[in-house]
């Protein structure tokens, strides 16, 4: 019932900037948070920051802050990641995830119940 799609990813170079897209369906983002995390490979996904759903109160990883920004289309129910300054360190698969009411920090993978396919991010030096 629930989907979200990742959509924005592509090949940068260090310096430059991508938006990401996370459409959601079947479940109204009233009653979540939505996060945004990546991953590659080999290693355990890594929360870059979350939404609640009034898009009044954001939370971002110290990795995201200051050039990193998450907002809401809430009619729509898409949220998105600006990413500026982008450096090599940011290449990574990058997924969407809503969390339900028992979430515990909002920052911790095990919060999350529904996850995007991901959508691949590159960076070049």
């Known amino acids: 019932q629930v989907q979200l799609v990742e959509s924005g990813g592509g090949w940068v170079q260090a310096g430059g900037s991508l938006r990401l897209s996370c459409a959601a369906s079947?479940?109204?983002?009233?009653?979540?948070?939505t996060g945004w995390f990546r991953q590659t490979p080999g290693k355990e996904r890594e929360f870059i920051a979350r939404?609640?759903?009034?898009?009044?109160?954001?939370y971002y990883a110290d990795a995201a802050k200051g050039r990193f920004t998450i907002s809401r289309d809430t009619a729509k129910n898409i949220v998105f990641l600006q990413m500026n300054s982008l450096k090599p360190e940011d290449t990574a698969v990058y997924y969407c995830?809503?969390?339900?009411?028992?979430?515990?920090?909002?920052?911790?993978?095990?919060?999350?119940?529904?996850w995007g396919q991901g959508t691949q991010v590159t960076v070049s030096s």
């Open positions: 995830a809503k969390a339900g009411p028992r979430f515990r920090t909002g920052w911790d993978v095990n919060d999350y119940d529904y």
């Open positions: 079947g479940l109204s983002f009233s009653y979540h948070i």
């Open positions: 939404i609640d759903w009034r898009g009044a109160t954001t």
